[in-house]
């Protein structure tokens, strides 16, 4: 596995450049991108002049946003599917073989079931078009009980029903992004992930629960970072049960913007950074990190 960095987690915000300046200073191996930002420039250059900076700084892509919006009607579907060649075309010249996706908690439309046998068919659809060019993609959901507090139907807000829902669709290509403070608010614990293949792991990002917190009712504010005082979810462990599952992707820290006030972005990135090698060290994992290329 290799240390990553995930703007996109820390609610950082910032041009690609100054991410991947960022990702260089602060010692991280790997970096997620805004894949549409370099399409554009791919499209009004090329797409070897749009890359050329990430891949002359050595850097690894920990992953991307899926830039399809398959929750969506079938137009805007389609529409996304018909685009997805160029990013992909992107992905492979920096070598990029990892995505990410959101499997929202509720639906105006559609009951559980139907939406879940939706959820299988689009994402099947997704994974057969990823897979020629080498792209995995992990799926992620949201536990909190405010993120589906919107009225409509409830959907996957559980560690159960995702891996159910992994399971149905069937493709090797397709996983989880292991997100241990929803995954921990979901539900989920060492033994459920120990029941995964290393391969059904896209990508990781590692976050605190403060001590205490009622699981069935957290916030979205009380996501703190890793070895925070009085937390409750063991990340050392979660790194080494990674490390026996054979996991070779990116780790992340995430942690709710609330707690950045008053700091600046160097700063969190520096302190994300710290706690990275900290973590990876006291797993046993660091020799991992440093052969990471």
């Not at 899926?66 to 599917?81: C, I, N, S």
């Not at 009225?151 to 996957?156: K, L, V």
């Not at 403070?181 to 033994?191: I, K, L, N, R, S």
């Not at 790194?239 to 160097?266: C, F, W």
């Amino acid at each position: 596995m290799f240390k990553n960095l995930s703007p996109e987690a820390l609610g950082i915000i910032g041009r690609q450049g100054e991410m991947l300046e960022i990702t260089l200073t602060h010692r991280f191996k790997g970096l997620e991108i805004d894949i549409g930002e370099v399409v554009k420039r791919a499209k009004s250059t090329s797409v070897a002049q749009a890359c050329k900076y990430l891949v002359s700084a050595k850097v690894r892509i920990g992953s991307f946003e899926l830039p399809v919006r398959w929750h969506g009607d079938e137009a805007q579907f389609k529409a996304d599917l018909a685009q997805l060649p160029a990013a992909l075309e992107v992905a492979r010249a920096l070598s990029a073989d990892r995505c990410h996706t959101l499997v929202r908690p509720t639906s105006d439309q559609r009951p559980f079931h139907e939406n879940f046998q939706f959820h299988v068919e689009r994402l099947k659809q997704v994974a057969d078009l990823l897979a020629p060019a080498g792209v995995k993609v992990g799926l992620q959901f949201l536990a909190a009980p405010a993120e589906r507090a919107d009225g409509g139907f409830e959907f996957i807000h559980q560690v159960d029903p995702l891996l159910l829902l992994v399971s149905t669709v069937q493709k090797k290509n397709v996983g989880i992004l292991l997100d241990t403070w929803t995954w921990v608010g979901g539900g989920g614990d060492g033994e459920k992930l120990r029941a995964l293949r290393g391969d059904q792991i896209v990508s990781v990002r590692l976050s605190d629960i403060p001590s205490g917190a009622d699981l069935a009712a957290i916030q979205p504010q009380q996501r703190v970072m890793p070895l925070a005082d009085g937390g409750t979810i063991d990340s050392v462990s979660y790194l080494g049960l990674l490390d026996e599952l054979g996991y070779d992707g990116p780790v992340a820290v995430a942690q709710h913007s609330s707690h950045m006030k008053g700091q600046t972005r160097e700063s969190i990135v520096g302190k994300t950074s710290s706690q990275l090698d900290s973590l990876l060290a006291e797993a046993g994992v660091s020799a991992t990190l440093a052969e990471a290329k």
